[in-house]
């Protein structure tokens, strides 16, 4: 009878395991593969936080369009806390120092660069203009190492370096069905990315946007674990106790 309930156990073991097609991401096939998507530039949105910084042969001329001096030593202090941010309005527009409303939404970060370049131009000969978005941050959530939100230094983030950020799936995630829940046009869309399979890498979320949630379900193995609580040893416990007594009667 004992070994007849340890058969059991070791085959329960053995059915939840799971298969190198379940873990391994982008399995490969027969077949040539080739990238088809092509990522959107990210654009500047209503809620950003912008960080700009001016600079120009004559430092002097830059004090009233960065509010503070950037420079320290002869050097930028770009980690400096005191640079001013610009918080992008609904409409798009950031209020710039001499300037005044300058339209950024809808543009990319290299466009808004351009725009601010031309416009500080009117003042200062050759300027050089520095944009750094301040908010630009995903969420990774689940089966993951470490489950957080990330702030991310540039505007360009892939699904693998966010879950990278996160310390990678554990082996208790679903990897063929990822959410990433992403917000467009006012509206909560949700997307499902089967890291095992090379096409992943042409998905539309395959590079995250601003705000996005990336959330990795878990397995079967792990949802049942779950089950098995601080009442476990007391299951324990009484099935132990069952098999004595059969044990007994059978002798």
């Known amino acids: 009878m004992r070994l007849l309930f340890g058969f059991f156990i070791v085959l329960s073991l053995f059915s939840s395991c799971a298969s190198r097609k379940d873990v391994v991401y982008f399995q490969q096939d027969s077949t040539d593969y080739n990238l088809a998507y092509q990522a959107k530039p990210f654009k500047i949105q209503s809620g950003d936080i912008l960080t700009v910084s001016i600079t120009a042969d004559d430092i002097r001329a830059t004090e009233p369009f960065n509010q503070v001096n950037i420079y320290q030593s002869g050097t930028i202090q770009n980690t400096n806390p005191f640079i001013p941010t610009y918080t992008v309005d609904e409409n798009g527009f950031i209020d710039f120092p001499k300037i005044g409303k300058v339209l950024v939404g809808g543009k990319t970060r290299p466009e808004a660069i351009e725009l601010l370049k031309s416009e500080v131009g009117k003042f200062i000969l050759n300027p ?124």
């Open 128 to 251: 050089g203009v520095n944009i750094t978005i301040r908010n630009f941050r995903i969420t990774v959530l689940g089966e993951v190492l470490k489950p957080g939100t990330f702030v991310i230094e540039n505007d360009r983030v892939s699904i693998l370096e966010a879950l990278g950020l996160a310390g990678d799936l554990t082996i208790n995630g679903v990897r063929k069905n990822v959410l990433v829940v992403r917000e467009e046009n006012n509206v909560k869309k949700e997307y499902r990315v089967d890291l095992t399979n090379r096409e992943s890498l042409n998905s539309p979320v395959y590079f995250l946007k601003q705000n996005d949630i990336v959330y990795v379900e878990p397995n079967g193995a792990k949802i049942q674990s779950s089950k098995y609580t601080q009442n476990t040893s007391i299951f324990v416990s009484i099935a132990g106790l069952i098999i004595t007594i059969i044990a007994v009667i059978v002798k």
